[in-house]
């Protein structure tokens, strides 16, 4: 801009002249108003007047005038500012409305490209059919959507060939190298080229594909004759006519190629880099199924590499852990300590690397399955022989805790890896992987199990501690003097060989060279026998070995019942009730043959020996039935409960160890009910041998001898005797069995005494003695255990008494109250007369009149 006040002429102004300013100096962004305003005022005095002492007034007419000019121009600005902006504005409606109007133009367009898609995808999808506009029985629309899959499918087909045209283009090229030229060039600039693992893919086809040309176009090197690859030097006319042999080229770039991708593997699975991983296992899988990466991944692992140098240890567990496992009265120690580390240790592999193989296989299920093979048929196996050829030194029983302990230890292994899923973490493995998991843990163990060889080693260790512990009782009882008669004597037969064969088994196990040393000594302390008890025939026994000890039987069935475990947990469901049954025989031999009804036998040889003696019973065989009743329903017990439910999804074989097991308790039953008719008879010949022995005296005393007798001798002893054979009686059988013994005793010795005091002469004082003699009897009898008919029997007794005391009109009264009837022993008209007639006064008028009454 110009100055604001400047002269017109050439001439100097009237006024000083002010500064000039342009636009851009209040437009500057450094523009500040106060700086301005003190510039002005500096510029307002003149330069030669400021330092002056004396400065004149200030003078405002430049400044005003400079003003008044900048007024002028900004108005000027201010209007053509003005002007610039309407324009702009027009131009801005302009670009409004152009925008407005693209805006509709486009959206019309879109509109049309919707509707024409909608239309298109409706002609490709919709479904067939004709109305009235179709045109060759085809709708336009139908028809336009064919059009266009034809036309892709015919593109598709078209690139398929073109493709398969460049496949067979470099095929070719790449056999007339290997037949013509001895070399593979093109496929090794490929791999050097390209190193991708879908290049390596196509490598490996092509390699598999030259192989298959080299069998049909190139024989010669195929064939073996006399060693050489070749015939007359070339092999078809047509191709290898040098003589390069094509097999052995195409397999060296195979197996070179092979080895790249196995290393790089390799080196991919210690970087961790599971996509490299899987590139490499993809181009294996596709050259040769995939075998040597997956024999790669899994020999070379460092499990099996670390391992390897501890699979060849010795099992090293302590000797009191092996001494615990061959006892049987302790608890099983559980499974082996090596045995256990390396299950511990696999669980932890196996769910560390499915993980990898998840991640580093396509396949990964077939690794998987493999790496399972490996784990159970090499490290498991191995040290599982060890832990059990070392179990089996010591002892059966310790090779069978053992066989138990390792297989539910590795049970557990195989469960635990189902419920973590190992490939298909955190789901569950898949039904592939637990078939090859449950399939692995049979063959772990199907050299043990197989057939009968599992149960026949259980029943052989049983045999061998039931021996063990019942030799002293055999020993005891094979020297016992038996003298049974008729039936009994067949028994007695029976029972004499089962002992010897029981003693002569233990004999031959504890002297046979099979035999290790731990086995021995165990068998020696279930025995009770030294080492140095070398002459086992020889062996003192005492009475106390002779009798049964329920602590042993409860022994026995511990031992049974362990056995059992191990039953159902190693054998199949299938073979369940076959191996029951077969432990049932054992324990119906050992336990009810053997051991019960030995003793039964000891105890009724005894009983038939007291019925003939002339001296009075031993009835010290009556506390034997007692452990034998005991043994027998604990045995029947464990039978009913364990053994044949179990047994329950075989209905034959559960219905031949019922019938088994009843046939063993009713003979036992019946052995125990011989001894208690056997006591019976014997107590009432005992009886009746003391009432023999009774004085005719007795009944007629003098007066003096009444007051210093309360029972005649022969009824003391009776009354001792009872009381003597019911305290023997009461510890051999209880409950229901014992109200019946001694109910029958009870009324048998009645009996007797019914017809014993009419064979008596009684004087009016003896009256009183068969009172007195009558009431012991009576009080005698009713502390047994009677039933209430037989005491009510027993009641009767009183009134024999009564009949020697009382007078003349009491008898009549009496003899008019009988009871009718002759059920029981009741007393009836003739037993009166009998007792009335052994009176002294019997001839007395009052005792005739009635008798004659009667």
């Known amino acids: 801009m110009a100055s604001l006040l400047s002269g017109t002429g050439s001439g100097r102004s009237i006024f000083p002249t002010g500064p000039s300013f342009t636009l851009e100096n209040f437009s500057n962004k450094d523009f500040i108003i106060r700086d301005f305003i003190e510039e002005l005022a500096e510029s307002a005095i003149p330069v030669n007047r400021r330092s002056g002492p004396a400065q004149q007034a200030f003078d405002p007419k430049p400044l005003i005038r400079t003003f008044e000019n900048a007024l002028s121009q900004l108005g000027t600005l201010s209007e053509e500012l003005g002007e610039v902006e309407a324009d702009l504005l027009t131009s801005v409606r302009r670009a409004e409305i152009q925008h407005d109007t693209t805006l509709d133009s486009l959206g019309r367009k879109l509109d049309q490209s919707i509707d024409s898609f909608n239309a298109l995808d409706v002609s490709l999808n919709q479904p067939n059919g004709t109305n009235g506009s179709e045109k060759n029985g085809r709708r336009p629309s139908e028809a336009g959507g064919l059009i266009a899959v034809q036309i892709g499918e015919k593109l598709e087909e078209l690139d398929k060939q073109r493709r398969r045209a460049l496949d067979a283009t470099f095929l070719i090229q790449c056999w007339i190298e290997v037949s013509e030229e001895g070399r593979l060039t093109s496929l090794d600039e490929m791999i050097r080229r390209q190193s991708s693992g879908e290049n390596k893919v196509r490598c490996a086809v092509i390699a598999r594909q030259l192989m298959r040309m080299s069998q049909r176009l190139d024989p010669a090197s195929w064939a073996q004759t006399n060693g050489t690859k070749k015939v007359n030097g070339i092999t078809n006319g047509v191709v290898g006519y040098r003589g390069h042999n094509t097999r052995e080229l195409i397999e060296k ?79 099983p120690p559980g499974v082996e300590p090596s045995l256990q580390s390396l299950i511990d240790e696999i669980r932890v592999v196996m769910q560390d690397e499915s993980f990898i193989i998840k991640r580093a296989f396509p396949y990964y299920d077939v690794v998987l399955t493999k790496f399972i093979q490996r ?260 045995m029947s017990r464990f039978i009913n409960t364990v053994l044949i439910r179990l047994a329950e999804s075989n209905t034959t074989v559960r219905r031949a160890m019922e019938i088994q097991t009843k046939s063993g308790v009713e003979r036992i039953e019946s052995k125990t009910n011989t001894i208690i008719r056997s006591t019976i008879t014997v107590v009432l010949n005992w009886v009746t041998k003391l009432l023999a022995g009774q004085k005719k005296a007795d009944f007629r005393p003098k007066d003096s001898d009444l007051a210093e007798t309360l029972q005649t001798p022969t009824c003391t002893s009776i009354c001792t005797y009872v009381n003597r054979v019911n305290s023997l009686v009461s510890q051999a059988i209880d409950g229901q069995n014992l109200e019946v013994f001694s109910s029958e005793i009870a009324i048998s010795i009645r009996d007797l005494l019914f017809e014993h005091f009419k064979k008596f002469q009684v004087s009016a004082t003896g009256g009183l003695m068969v009172t007195k003699d009558i009431s012991k009897y009576v009080s005698t009898l009713k502390d047994l255990t009677l039933s209430k008919e037989a005491e009510a029997g027993v009641e009767i007794l009183s009134e024999i008494g009564n009949i020697f005391i009382i007078g003349s009109e009491a008898l009549r009264e009496r003899s008019r109250n009988f009871a009718p009837g002759g059920a029981g022993k009741k007393l009836q008209k003739t037993d009166f007369r009998a007792f009335v007639m052994r009176r002294d006064d019997s001839g007395s008028v009052g005792i005739q009149s009635v008798l004659a009454g009667l």
């Open 253 to 331: 770039f195979s197996e070179t190629l092979e080895k790249d991708l196995l290393k790089q593997f390799d080196d991919s699975y210690r970087r961790q880099n599971f996509d490299d991983m899987l590139e490499c296992a993809k181009v294996l899988h596709d050259f040769n199924g995939g075998s040597s990466v997956v024999a790669l991944f899994v020999n070379q692992h460092q499990f099996f590499i670390d391992r390897s140098q501890l699979i060849t240890e010795e099992v090293t567990t302590d000797n009191e852990t092996w001494e615990r496992l061959a006892d049987p009265d302790s608890d």
């Open 375 to 634: 784990i159970f048929q090499q490290s498991i196996q191995q040290r599982l022989e060890m832990v059990l050829d070392k179990a089996d030194t010591i002892s059966s029983l310790a090779f069978l805790r053992s066989l138990h302990a390792s297989r539910s230890y590795i049970n557990n292994l195989i469960e635990d890896l189902k419920a973590h899923g190992l490939t298909e973490h955190p789901e569950p493995c898949s039904a592939q992987t637990a078939l090859s998991l449950d399939h692995q843990l049979e063959e772990l163990f199907v050299p043990y199990l197989v057939g009968n060889s599992y149960i026949d080693r259980e029943r052989r260790s049983l045999e061998e501690l039931y021996s063990s512990l019942l030799f002293k009782f055999t020993i005891y009882h094979s020297r016992r003097k038996k003298t049974p008669t008729g039936f009994m004597a067949s028994l007695a037969q029976q029972g004499t060989q089962l002992l010897a064969t029981a003693k002569d088994a233990y004999i031959d196990r504890l002297d046979s060279s099979e035999l290790t040393a731990t086995q021995k000594a165990m068998m020696l302390r279930v025995a009770g026998l030294r080492d140095t008890d070398k002459n086992k025939n020889e062996i003192e026994v005492s009475d106390e070995d002779g009798v049964l000890s329920v602590p042993n039987s409860k022994r026995m069935l511990k031992w049974l019942a362990e056995g059992v475990r191990r039953a159902l947990e190693l054998g199949s469901g299938s073979d369940t009730p076959k191996d029951v049954s077969a432990l049932l025989n054992l324990l119906l031999t050992s336990m009810g043959q053997v051991y019960i009804e030995t003793a039964l036998d000891a105890a009724a040889d005894q009983a038939t020996a007291q019925e003939t003696l002339k001296t009075e019973p031993d009835m010290n065989y009556l506390p034997s039935l007692q452990p034998a009743i005991t043994i027998t329903n604990i």
